[in-house]
Protein backbone atom coordinates (compact mmCIF):
# COMPACT_ATOMS: atom_id res chain seq x y z
CA UNK A 1 0.00 0.00 0.00
CA UNK A 2 1.08 3.35 -0.84
CA UNK A 3 2.01 6.03 1.85
CA UNK A 4 -1.65 8.28 1.80
CA UNK A 5 1.00 10.79 3.32
CA UNK A 6 3.47 11.42 0.08
CA UNK A 7 -0.18 12.09 -1.52
CA UNK A 8 -1.75 14.79 0.35
CA UNK A 9 -0.83 18.32 0.37
CA UNK A 10 0.40 19.91 3.00
CA UNK A 11 -1.05 22.98 4.71
CA UNK A 12 0.01 25.46 7.31
CA UNK A 13 -3.01 26.18 10.16
CA UNK A 14 -3.42 29.06 12.03
CA UNK A 15 -5.14 29.74 14.78
CA UNK A 16 -7.37 32.34 17.09
CA UNK A 17 -6.94 32.10 20.07
CA UNK A 18 -9.63 34.35 21.29
CA UNK A 19 -11.49 37.58 19.96
CA UNK A 20 -9.58 40.58 19.25
CA UNK A 21 -6.15 38.44 18.75
CA UNK A 22 -4.49 37.69 15.41
CA UNK A 23 -4.50 34.60 14.34
CA UNK A 24 -0.96 33.03 14.62
CA UNK A 25 0.79 29.58 13.26
CA UNK A 26 0.62 26.69 15.12
CA UNK A 27 1.96 24.24 13.22
CA UNK A 28 0.78 21.86 9.96
CA UNK A 29 -0.78 18.81 8.58
CA UNK A 30 -1.38 16.55 5.59
CA UNK A 31 -5.11 17.15 4.16
CA UNK A 32 -6.96 16.26 0.64
CA UNK A 33 -8.56 20.06 0.51
CA UNK A 34 -9.17 22.77 2.74
CA UNK A 35 -12.07 21.84 3.74
CA UNK A 36 -11.13 18.25 5.43
CA UNK A 37 -7.49 20.93 6.37
CA UNK A 38 -9.73 23.15 8.27
CA UNK A 39 -12.05 20.29 10.02
CA UNK A 40 -7.78 17.87 10.49
CA UNK A 41 -6.89 21.36 11.89
CA UNK A 42 -9.98 21.34 14.76
CA UNK A 43 -8.66 17.60 15.60
CA UNK A 44 -5.28 18.23 16.09
CA UNK A 45 -4.94 22.01 16.96
CA UNK A 46 -7.76 22.95 19.05
CA UNK A 47 -7.99 19.92 21.70
CA UNK A 48 -7.74 22.24 24.66
CA UNK A 49 -9.74 24.94 23.63
CA UNK A 50 -6.55 26.88 21.95
CA UNK A 51 -9.00 28.76 19.09
CA UNK A 52 -12.44 30.35 18.45
CA UNK A 53 -11.12 30.32 14.81
CA UNK A 54 -8.68 28.67 12.35
CA UNK A 55 -7.06 29.52 9.01
CA UNK A 56 -5.62 26.82 6.63
CA UNK A 57 -3.49 27.93 3.93
CA UNK A 58 -1.58 25.71 1.37
CA UNK A 59 2.24 25.59 2.40
CA UNK A 60 3.04 26.07 -1.31
CA UNK A 61 1.32 29.06 -1.19
CA UNK A 62 3.70 30.49 1.31
CA UNK A 63 6.69 32.27 0.13
CA UNK A 64 9.85 32.24 2.83
CA UNK A 65 12.66 34.13 3.10
CA UNK A 66 15.84 31.62 2.11
CA UNK A 67 18.46 30.78 5.09
CA UNK A 68 21.14 32.01 3.65
CA UNK A 69 19.85 35.48 3.25
CA UNK A 70 19.52 35.69 6.95
CA UNK A 71 22.79 37.97 7.19
CA UNK A 72 21.73 40.23 4.89
CA UNK A 73 18.22 40.53 5.73
CA UNK A 74 18.14 40.68 9.62
CA UNK A 75 21.39 41.62 10.66
CA UNK A 76 21.34 45.05 9.72
CA UNK A 77 18.52 45.42 12.38
CA UNK A 78 20.84 44.82 15.34
CA UNK A 79 22.70 47.86 16.15
CA UNK A 80 19.05 49.97 16.27
CA UNK A 81 17.36 49.93 18.86
CA UNK A 82 15.94 52.94 18.59
CA UNK A 83 13.21 51.17 16.50
CA UNK A 84 12.13 49.53 18.94
CA UNK A 85 8.96 51.57 21.31
CA UNK A 86 11.67 50.89 24.48
CA UNK A 87 11.67 54.48 25.65
CA UNK A 88 8.21 54.92 26.09
CA UNK A 89 5.78 53.96 29.13
CA UNK A 90 2.48 52.20 27.49
CA UNK A 91 -0.79 52.97 29.40
CA UNK A 92 -2.34 49.46 30.59
CA UNK A 93 -5.51 50.27 28.54
CA UNK A 94 -3.65 49.68 25.28
CA UNK A 95 -3.35 46.25 26.32
CA UNK A 96 -1.31 43.71 23.72
CA UNK A 97 0.77 45.69 21.71
CA UNK B 1 -35.77 17.15 41.91
CA UNK B 2 -38.65 19.36 42.65
CA UNK B 3 -42.19 18.22 42.24
CA UNK B 4 -43.04 20.06 39.35
CA UNK B 5 -40.14 18.22 37.05
CA UNK B 6 -40.46 14.27 38.69
CA UNK B 7 -40.87 12.40 35.91
CA UNK B 8 -43.90 9.95 36.64
CA UNK B 9 -41.21 7.06 36.13
CA UNK B 10 -40.88 4.36 38.27
CA UNK B 11 -36.98 5.25 39.48
CA UNK B 12 -35.67 1.70 39.05
CA UNK B 13 -37.11 2.29 35.43
CA UNK B 14 -35.40 5.69 35.02
CA UNK B 15 -31.86 4.54 35.61
CA UNK B 16 -32.45 1.53 33.62
CA UNK B 17 -33.29 4.25 30.79
CA UNK B 18 -30.41 5.94 31.89
CA UNK B 19 -27.78 3.01 31.78
CA UNK B 20 -29.53 2.01 28.47
CA UNK B 21 -28.39 5.17 26.72
CA UNK B 22 -25.08 5.49 28.54
CA UNK B 23 -24.07 1.82 27.30
CA UNK B 24 -24.24 2.17 24.00
CA UNK B 25 -21.48 5.29 24.22
CA UNK B 26 -19.53 3.46 26.37
CA UNK B 27 -19.06 0.72 24.39
CA UNK B 28 -18.29 2.64 20.65
CA UNK B 29 -15.84 5.14 22.79
CA UNK B 30 -14.25 1.06 23.48
CA UNK B 31 -14.11 -0.02 19.70
CA UNK B 32 -13.33 3.64 19.16
CA UNK B 33 -9.96 3.64 21.23
CA UNK B 34 -8.81 0.39 19.53
CA UNK B 35 -7.96 2.71 16.73
CA UNK B 36 -5.80 4.75 18.71
CA UNK B 37 -2.12 4.84 17.22
CA UNK B 38 -3.40 2.20 14.59
CA UNK B 39 -5.54 5.08 12.27
CA UNK B 40 -4.61 5.78 8.68
CA UNK B 41 -3.15 8.95 9.38
CA UNK B 42 -2.08 10.79 12.01
CA UNK B 43 -4.18 13.40 12.17
CA UNK B 44 -7.44 10.61 11.59
CA UNK B 45 -6.09 8.87 14.92
CA UNK B 46 -6.33 12.38 16.71
CA UNK B 47 -9.95 12.92 15.36
CA UNK B 48 -11.23 9.70 16.72
CA UNK B 49 -9.58 9.62 19.82
CA UNK B 50 -11.35 12.69 20.40
CA UNK B 51 -14.62 11.27 19.11
CA UNK B 52 -13.70 8.57 21.55
CA UNK B 53 -13.12 10.40 24.52
CA UNK B 54 -16.42 12.89 23.70
CA UNK B 55 -18.72 9.38 23.55
CA UNK B 56 -16.89 8.42 26.97
CA UNK B 57 -17.81 11.46 28.60
CA UNK B 58 -21.55 11.08 27.35
CA UNK B 59 -21.54 7.88 28.80
CA UNK B 60 -19.75 9.12 31.98
CA UNK B 61 -22.35 11.77 32.33
CA UNK B 62 -25.33 9.41 32.23
CA UNK B 63 -23.97 6.91 34.59
CA UNK B 64 -23.09 9.72 36.57
CA UNK B 65 -26.86 10.35 36.66
CA UNK B 66 -28.09 7.30 37.66
CA UNK B 67 -25.45 6.67 39.84
CA UNK B 68 -26.76 9.86 42.00
CA UNK B 69 -30.45 8.49 41.58
CA UNK B 70 -29.70 5.28 42.82
CA UNK B 71 -27.69 6.43 45.65
CA UNK B 72 -25.74 3.70 47.67
CA UNK B 73 -22.65 2.15 46.24
CA UNK B 74 -23.79 2.83 42.88
CA UNK B 75 -21.18 5.01 41.01
CA UNK B 76 -19.83 5.49 37.18
CA UNK B 77 -17.44 3.13 38.09
CA UNK B 78 -19.89 -0.03 39.10
CA UNK B 79 -21.64 0.50 36.25
CA UNK B 80 -18.84 1.02 33.53
CA UNK B 81 -16.26 -1.90 35.28
CA UNK B 82 -18.81 -4.15 37.60
CA UNK B 83 -21.66 -5.72 35.34
CA UNK B 84 -21.60 -8.35 33.27
CA UNK B 85 -23.04 -8.99 29.63
CA UNK B 86 -26.24 -9.38 30.20
CA UNK B 87 -26.78 -6.00 32.30
CA UNK B 88 -25.41 -4.22 29.28
CA UNK B 89 -28.44 -2.14 27.24
CA UNK B 90 -26.19 -0.80 24.55
CA UNK B 91 -27.15 -1.61 20.77
CA UNK B 92 -25.30 -4.91 19.08
CA UNK B 93 -24.12 -2.48 15.94
CA UNK B 94 -21.83 -0.95 18.89
CA UNK B 95 -20.32 -3.71 19.52
CA UNK B 96 -19.45 -5.08 16.66
CA UNK B 97 -15.42 -5.54 16.21
CA UNK B 98 -14.06 -2.91 14.15
CA UNK B 99 -13.01 -5.36 11.31
CA UNK B 100 -16.63 -6.03 10.23
CA UNK B 101 -19.49 -7.96 10.79
CA UNK B 102 -17.96 -11.34 8.58
CA UNK B 103 -14.49 -11.13 10.06
CA UNK B 104 -15.63 -12.94 13.25
CA UNK B 105 -12.85 -10.16 15.18
CA UNK B 106 -10.12 -11.78 13.33
CA UNK B 107 -9.63 -9.49 10.42
CA UNK B 108 -7.42 -6.46 9.89
CA UNK B 109 -9.29 -3.18 10.84
CA UNK B 110 -11.88 -1.51 8.58
CA UNK B 111 -12.01 2.09 8.49
CA UNK B 112 -14.85 2.28 5.93
CA UNK B 113 -16.75 0.08 8.66
CA UNK B 114 -15.54 1.93 11.87
CA UNK B 115 -16.44 5.46 9.47
CA UNK B 116 -20.28 4.44 8.43
CA UNK B 117 -20.87 3.09 11.78
CA UNK B 118 -19.92 6.14 13.56
CA UNK B 119 -22.11 7.84 10.66
CA UNK B 120 -25.00 5.92 11.28
CA UNK B 121 -25.17 6.12 15.26
CA UNK B 122 -24.25 10.14 14.91
CA UNK B 123 -26.65 10.47 13.09
CA UNK B 124 -29.24 8.78 15.50
CA UNK B 125 -27.47 10.48 18.04
CA UNK B 126 -28.21 13.68 16.42
CA UNK B 127 -32.00 12.63 16.29
CA UNK B 128 -31.54 11.60 19.97
CA UNK B 129 -29.95 14.61 21.57
CA UNK B 130 -32.54 17.06 20.20
CA UNK B 131 -35.17 15.47 21.48
CA UNK B 132 -33.68 14.78 24.58
CA UNK B 133 -33.42 18.44 25.11
CA UNK B 134 -36.80 18.58 25.99
CA UNK B 135 -37.04 15.51 28.53
CA UNK B 136 -38.83 16.22 31.99
CA UNK B 137 -35.85 14.60 33.33
CA UNK B 138 -33.86 18.08 33.91
CA UNK B 139 -30.28 16.96 34.24
CA UNK B 140 -31.11 14.40 30.89
CA UNK B 141 -31.87 17.41 29.16
CA UNK B 142 -28.79 19.67 29.86
CA UNK B 143 -26.52 16.12 29.20
CA UNK B 144 -28.48 16.21 25.61
CA UNK B 145 -27.74 19.84 25.16
CA UNK B 146 -24.26 19.09 25.67
CA UNK B 147 -24.01 16.08 23.71
CA UNK B 148 -25.72 17.30 20.31
CA UNK B 149 -22.74 19.80 19.69
CA UNK B 150 -20.48 16.61 20.12
CA UNK B 151 -22.82 14.75 17.98
CA UNK B 152 -23.13 16.95 14.90
CA UNK B 153 -19.23 17.52 14.93
CA UNK B 154 -19.19 13.50 14.78
CA UNK B 155 -21.76 13.23 11.98
CA UNK B 156 -20.03 16.26 9.88
CA UNK B 157 -16.60 14.09 10.45
CA UNK B 158 -18.34 10.61 9.24
CA UNK B 159 -20.63 11.93 6.85
CA UNK B 160 -17.15 13.85 4.92
CA UNK B 161 -15.57 10.66 4.94
CA UNK B 162 -18.22 8.62 4.02
CA UNK B 163 -18.95 10.38 0.69
CA UNK B 164 -14.59 10.17 -0.28
CA UNK B 165 -14.79 6.92 0.46
CA UNK B 166 -18.42 6.01 -1.36
CA UNK B 167 -17.38 8.68 -4.08
CA UNK B 168 -13.58 7.52 -4.05
CA UNK B 169 -12.00 4.96 -5.69
CA UNK B 170 -13.36 1.73 -6.90
CA UNK B 171 -11.81 -0.26 -3.37
CA UNK B 172 -12.91 2.47 -1.26
CA UNK B 173 -16.29 2.60 -2.88
CA UNK B 174 -16.49 -1.20 -2.39
CA UNK B 175 -15.47 -1.38 1.24
CA UNK B 176 -17.79 1.75 2.09
CA UNK B 177 -20.83 -0.10 0.21
CA UNK B 178 -19.69 -3.75 1.78
CA UNK B 179 -20.03 -1.89 5.13
CA UNK B 180 -23.11 -0.22 4.77
CA UNK B 181 -24.79 -3.72 3.45
CA UNK B 182 -23.89 -4.95 7.21
CA UNK B 183 -24.00 -2.54 8.83
CA UNK B 184 -27.59 -1.19 8.06
CA UNK B 185 -29.42 -4.33 9.44
CA UNK B 186 -28.09 -3.77 12.61
CA UNK B 187 -30.35 -0.49 12.96
CA UNK B 188 -33.12 -1.89 13.24
CA UNK B 189 -33.09 -1.95 17.11
CA UNK B 190 -33.09 1.65 17.39
CA UNK B 191 -36.26 2.12 16.31
CA UNK B 192 -38.08 -0.75 17.60
CA UNK B 193 -39.38 0.36 21.45
CA UNK B 194 -39.43 -2.38 24.27
CA UNK B 195 -41.73 -1.60 27.17
CA UNK B 196 -39.18 0.37 28.59
CA UNK B 197 -38.92 2.70 25.71
CA UNK B 198 -42.77 3.14 25.77
CA UNK B 199 -42.74 4.15 29.30
CA UNK B 200 -39.77 6.76 29.23
CA UNK B 201 -41.21 7.88 26.38
CA UNK B 202 -44.87 8.49 28.02
CA UNK B 203 -43.30 9.67 30.92
CA UNK B 204 -41.86 12.86 29.01
CA UNK B 205 -38.15 11.46 30.27
CA UNK B 206 -36.98 9.68 27.19
CA UNK B 207 -38.02 10.04 23.38
CA UNK B 208 -40.38 8.11 20.67
CA UNK B 209 -37.77 5.85 19.16
CA UNK B 210 -39.64 4.84 16.23
CA UNK B 211 -40.67 8.69 15.51
CA UNK B 212 -36.97 9.30 14.43
CA UNK B 213 -36.81 6.40 12.23
CA UNK B 214 -38.21 8.58 9.38
CA UNK B 215 -35.28 11.60 10.18
CA UNK B 216 -33.00 9.47 10.52
CA UNK B 217 -32.86 7.50 7.11
CA UNK B 218 -33.81 10.78 5.37
CA UNK B 219 -30.33 12.00 6.39
CA UNK B 220 -28.59 8.88 5.72
CA UNK B 221 -30.08 8.44 2.19
CA UNK B 222 -28.80 12.07 1.52
CA UNK B 223 -25.42 11.39 2.96
CA UNK B 224 -25.38 7.66 1.12
CA UNK B 225 -26.56 9.45 -2.00
CA UNK B 226 -23.93 11.85 -2.11
CA UNK B 227 -21.33 9.28 -1.59
CA UNK B 228 -22.95 7.04 -4.58
CA UNK B 229 -24.22 4.22 -2.22
CA UNK B 230 -27.12 2.00 -2.56
CA UNK B 231 -29.11 2.02 0.33
CA UNK B 232 -29.51 -1.76 1.13
CA UNK B 233 -33.12 -3.19 1.11
CA UNK B 234 -35.02 -3.72 4.15
CA UNK B 235 -34.15 -7.08 6.31
CA UNK B 236 -35.81 -8.86 8.96
CA UNK B 237 -32.85 -9.18 10.96
CA UNK B 238 -33.30 -7.34 14.34
CA UNK B 239 -30.79 -7.32 16.78
CA UNK B 240 -31.48 -7.35 20.71
CA UNK B 241 -28.51 -5.76 22.64
CA UNK B 242 -30.89 -2.63 24.20
CA UNK B 243 -32.56 -5.97 26.28
CA UNK B 244 -29.40 -6.90 26.66
CA UNK B 245 -29.21 -10.11 24.19
CA UNK B 246 -25.66 -9.59 22.97
CA UNK B 247 -23.80 -10.96 19.86
CA UNK B 248 -20.45 -13.24 20.79
CA UNK B 249 -18.18 -9.76 20.52
CA UNK B 250 -19.41 -7.95 23.65
CA UNK B 251 -18.16 -10.64 26.07
CA UNK B 252 -14.55 -10.08 24.67
CA UNK B 253 -14.85 -6.57 24.34
CA UNK B 254 -15.68 -5.88 28.03
CA UNK B 255 -13.37 -8.26 29.33
CA UNK B 256 -10.40 -6.26 28.15
CA UNK B 257 -11.97 -3.26 28.95
CA UNK B 258 -12.81 -4.07 32.80
CA UNK B 259 -9.95 -6.21 33.17
CA UNK B 260 -7.77 -3.17 35.19
CA UNK B 261 -10.73 -2.43 37.25
CA UNK B 262 -11.48 -5.38 38.13
CA UNK B 263 -7.92 -6.93 39.22
CA UNK B 264 -7.75 -3.38 41.09
CA UNK B 265 -10.69 -3.30 42.26
CA UNK B 266 -11.87 -0.05 44.70
CA UNK B 267 -8.51 1.64 43.31
CA UNK B 268 -8.50 5.18 42.57
CA UNK B 269 -7.14 7.58 40.06
New interface residues.
Given amino acids: MSDPKSEWPLWEVFIRSKQGLEHKHCGSLHATDAQQALRMARDVYTRRQEGVSIWVVPSAAIAASAPESKDSYFEPMADKIYRHPTFYVLPDEVGHM | MDSQGEPTMERAQQIEYLLRLADSPLVLAHRLSQWCGHG?????D??LA?ISLDLLGQARLLYQHAAALAGGDASEDRYAYFRDVPEFGNFTMLELPNSGVASAGAGDPDYAFTIVRNAMYAAWQVELWQRLTDSSDAQLAAIAAKSLKEARYHL??AA?WMI?FGDGTDESHARAQRALDSLVPYASEWFVPDALDAEACAAGVGIDCAAIRSPWLERMHTIAGEATLRWPGDSEFCSTGKLGRHSEHLGYLLTEMQSVARAHPDAAW
Avoid at chain 2, 40 to 44: M, Q, S
Fill in positions: PVLEELANEHDR
